[in-house]
T-cell receptor, first 114, second 113 residues
Framework: AQKITQTQPGMFVQEKEAVTLDCTYDTSDPSYGLFWYKQPSSGEMIFLIYQGSYDQQNATEGRYSLNFQKARKSANLVISASQLGDSAMYFCAMTGGATNKLIFGTGTLLAVQP | DGGITQSPKYLFRKEGQNVTLSCEQNLNHDAMYWYRQDPGQGLRLIYY???????QKGDIAEGYSVSREKKESFPLTVTSAQKNPTAFYLC????????????FGPGTRLTVT
C-alpha cells in the first residue's frame, strides 16, 4: 500500500527566507507521481508542483522546487524567498498504479512571519 | 473561465437525512474525484470516476453514493448510513489517469446535527 508521511505539523519561517517542508513516501509501484498542494484558509486545494518517478531532474515551478531523492523515498518541497501569502497548509501526495488516485499526507502548517 | 464549481459552500442537515453535494466542471476532464477532509487531516478518497457511467469506490465509500451521467457532473450523496458525515468535501478532476495533476473545487463544508 502507498503511504505519505509528513513529520512536521507546523513550521515558522521569516519573510524572504527559504523553507523546506519534508515528505517521505512508501510504494511498491515502479511508476508513481509525487505532488505538492497548498491549502489556504479558504479551503481550496491549489496544485503547486509535480515530480514523476522517472524524471531525472528535480521539478521547479517559480519559487517552488521539489528535492526528489528516490533512494531515500523523499520528496521535500523547497519554497524560496517566502512571502506572507505563503502561509497555509501544505500537503504532499502521490499517485501510482493504473489510476490517478491521490494519497495524501497529514500536512504541514506553514506560518510566514514579517 | 474554466474550473470546478461546488455548491453550496456551507450545508446544514439534520441527522437521518440524505444530502447531495454538487460538483460541476467545464474543463473537459474525463476523471472526477470526491475527497473528504476532517480537521487536521489530509484528504481521503471517497469515490472516483474515470469515464461517464462508470465509477469506483475509494478508501472510505461506505455511507456515500455517486453517479456520473454526464462528463461535466459528479454529484455525491451523503446517506443516513454515513456515521460521521460532518466534514469538508472536495471535488476534483483531471485530464486522465496516472501522473496528471488534479484540479480542485472550492469545497463544501457539511454539518450534520
Amino acid at each position: 500500500a502507498q503511504k505519505i508521511t509528513q513529520t512536521q505539523p507546523g513550521m515558522f519561517v521569516q519573510e524572504k527566507e527559504a523553507v523546506t517542508l519534508d515528505c517521505t513516501y512508501d510504494t511498491s509501484d515502479p511508476s508513481y507521481g509525487l505532488f505538492w498542494y497548498k491549502q489556504p484558509s479558504s479551503g481550496e486545494m491549489i496544485f503547486l508542483i509535480y515530480q514523476g518517478s522517472y524524471d531525472q531532474q528535480n521539478a521547479t515551478e517559480g519559487r517552488y522546487s521539489l528535492n526528489f531523492q528516490k533512494a531515500r523515498k523523499s520528496a521535500n518541497l523547497v519554497i524560496s524567498a517566502s512571502q506572507l501569502g505563503d502561509s497555509a497548509m501544505y500537503f504532499c501526495a502521490m499517485t501510482g498504479g493504473a489510476t490517478n488516485k491521490l494519497i495524501f499526507g497529514t500536512g504541514t502548517l506553514l506560518a510566514v512571519q514579517p | 473561465d474554466g474550473g470546478i464549481t461546488q455548491s453550496p459552500k456551507y450545508l446544514f442537515r439534520k441527522e437521518g437525512q440524505n444530502v447531495t453535494l454538487s460538483c460541476e466542471q467545464n474543463l473537459n476532464h474525463d476523471a472526477m474525484y470526491w475527497y473528504r477532509q476532517d480537521p487536521g487531516q489530509g484528504l481521503r478518497l471517497i469515490y472516483y470516476s474515470q469515464i461517464v457511467n462508470d465509477f469506483q469506490k475509494g478508501d472510505i465509500a461506505e455511507g456515500y453514493s455517486v453517479s456520473r451521467e454526464k462528463k461535466e457532473s459528479f454529484p455525491l450523496t451523503v446517506t443516513s448510513a454515513q456515521k460521521n458525515p460532518t466534514a469538508f468535501y472536495l471535488c476534483a478532476s483531471s485530464t486522465g489517469t496516472s501522473g496528471y495533476e488534479q484540479y480542485f473545487g472550492p469545497g463544501t463544508r457539511l454539518t450534520v446535527t
